[in-house]
């Protein structure tokens, strides 16, 4: 079975696990490191992710460092709209309401760490 697991490159890693945690209930399957230099695997509904720390030295960037970002996340789970709104809760910026949007419904948050999710489900 073939998966793909993204590794979100932040300043701070642990700040940003603990962030993950509040926002999208995840559970972190396999952390490593002291303090905010930490490598996490996490677990949200079966999605899994990886965070680590930024390190501009070994060409791994946060979104502040490139002044934006070179994707987006897409988070698929049963309940969009409460997803939105723990990830608000939690410190995200909403830049899109849930709502149907070409065959889905979905809506979209900045992280506080400069990463852009989007969190929906197919109609």
Known sequence: MASIQPQLWVDGA???VEFYRAAFGARVL???????DVVAQLDVEGA?????SADPARRRLSPPLVNGTTGRILLVVGDPAAMH????????TPTS???PEHGWR????ADPF???WEIGHPL
């Open 85 to 92: 709104a723990r990830a608000v809760a939690a410190g995200a």
């Open 97 to 99: 309401e849930v709502a």
């Open 114 to 116: 400069g990463h852009e």
């Open 106 to 109: 979905v809506g979209r948050v």
């Open 14 to 16: 642990a700040t940003a």
């Open 48 to 52: 899994v992710f990886w965070v680590a």
């Open 30 to 36: 396999h952390q490593v490191g002291e303090g905010e």
